[in-house]
């Protein structure tokens, strides 16, 4: 740890600072940014931030423990937020065959905003037309005050605020032969009152409603036509909510799982009794990836699959079946569900020969075949970034206390001692770090 003038302490950055400098790992700094922490590829870093930048996909060889997954995790913390929602929708001709819908996320808030002009304009008492505010119960008709609703009695000149209301409901009730009105009903004003109003030299309907017993809602010409819409829109289910993970791991998924399906309704999806087909569709990580990152650990073990991903990384849309042919759900088909996702895929190198050759080509022609690396050259700069490391696990391990500049040494042999005897490398650390952490 360092000084500065005051005697106050700042921590250390070791990618500029070395082992020297430290007294434990507490006094190193974890970047924020998760590339940074990726220990011995700095020369594979920069494709990296490429690859999210120009959204390339990637395949990552090389054997387990030397930082692939935590690249592939890092990638997403590169990439833009998400700017669509996919919705399945009802379709009432043919339910079996659900429509797909995919909105924006500007479209999504001024449907926000338009919802919120549907839900009215909160307005005071007083500023409403006084025939408005006295039917709805804020207003005394006999001193012209204003006081809460629910007050029969007018505060200011003892009146009764009712009384006009009674009676011309008791004069209706009385034309009509209801002379056994509820008595409930008579004690209390109107909830709500329908006029017309000039806007713009337009006359338009105009509802006051009252709220709670202190405000009145206004629902304008545009408001009502917007209910009406909302009351009329199709029933739907969102599938990829805009709001989601970044990054979806995909390792060892079975078929459902990364293409998504179709759930069972033992009533074959009956109007009344059964779940209606749109609910039931679930997306698989092909379609939870869309716009963020696909990744598959040693894709070799999906091996049938990978003519799915490829179909997938080619269209940028899949459709979403039934895959059981035993279940309600397998006549159900929703087409064309969007799934526009960097593909990173993982392997060790004597299992490349096992990925689908179009598949891999693919990867080739719209993004980077890695090799990484298994060791680093023995310096001051890597002894710094095997102390980052050690600092990085104990933070994340959060049980064990922060380790010593002397500790730090001896792990530090010890990977040079594995390079040697695992990776026939001398003067060299090993970057099996997983192995090494444990």
């Not at 079996?96 to 926000?112: A, G, N």
């Not at 337009?202 to 036509?225: C, F, M, P, S, T």
């Not at 993982?346 to 990484?372: A, F």
């Not at 001896?410 to 970057?431: F, G, H, M």
Request: hydrophobic share 35%; aromatic share 6%.
């Amino acid at each position: 740890m360092q000084s500065i003038p005051g005697g106050i302490f700042m921590y250390v950055n070791m990618k500029k600072e070395f082992l020297g400098d430290i007294t434990t790992t507490k006094d190193i700094i974890i970047p924020k940014d998760p590339l940074e922490r990726v220990i011995g590829h700095d020369d594979i870093i920069k494709f990296v931030k490429i690859a999210a930048k120009q959204r390339r996909n990637l395949l990552l060889v090389g054997p387990p423990g030397i930082g692939k997954s935590l690249i592939a995790q890092a990638i997403s913390f590169h990439l833009a937020e998400p700017n669509e929602e996919i919705t399945v929708v009802h379709n009432p001709e043919r339910p079996e065959r659900p429509f797909v819908e995919t909105k924006t996320r500007k479209e999504m808030e001024k449907e926000k905003r338009e919802l919120e002009r549907a839900e009215g304009e909160l307005v005071d008492p007083e500023s409403v037309p006084e025939a408005v505010a006295d039917r709805l119960g804020f207003r005394c008709v006999n001193c012209g005050g204003y006081n809460n609703a629910y007050q029969s009695i007018c505060p200011k000149c003892g009146a009764d605020k009712y009384s006009h209301i009674n009676a011309s409901r008791k004069h209706i009730g009385d034309l009509l032969g209801m002379f056994e009105m509820n008595e409930g009903s008579v004690n209390l004003p109107q909830e709500r009152v329908t006029t017309t109003r000039l806007k713009n030299g337009r006359e338009e309907v105009v509802i006051y409603e009252r709220v709670d017993g202190d405000n009145i809602k206004i629902l304008d010409q545009h408001a009502l036509e917007k209910r009406r819409e909302l009351v009329e829109e199709k029933p739907k289910n969102v599938i990829v909510p805009l709001d989601r993970k970044m990054f979806i791991q995909a390792t060892g998924a079975s078929e459902t799982e990364l293409l998504g399906d179709v759930r069972h309704d033992p009533y074959g999806g009956h109007p009344e009794l059964g779940t209606q087909p749109y609910e039931r569709v679930v997306p698989g990580a092909i379609h939870e990836a869309h716009e963020g990152v696909l990744f598959i650990d040693e894709i070799v073990h999906i091996a049938p699959l990978q003519r799915y991903i490829l179909s997938a990384m080619q269209d940028k849309v899949f459709p979403i079946v039934g895959r059981n042919p035993q279940s309600a759900g397998s006549s159900v088909k929703v087409d064309n569900v969007p799934c526009d996702f960097i593909f990173i895929a993982t392997c060790n190198i004597r299992d490349v020969q096992y990925i689908l050759p179009p598949l891999r080509s693919r990867i080739q022609g719209e993004g980077y075949e890695i090799l990484m690396r298994t060791t680093m050259p023995d310096n001051e700069e890597n002894r710094s970034k095997i102390a980052q490391f050690v600092a990085q696990e104990i933070k994340m391990d959060g049980k064990i206390p922060h380790a010593t500049k002397k500790s730090i040494e001896l792990l530090i042999n010890e990977s040079k001692r594995r390079a040697e005897a695992i990776d026939d490398q001398k003067d060299s650390l090993t970057l099996r770090l997983r192995d090494l952490g444990g």
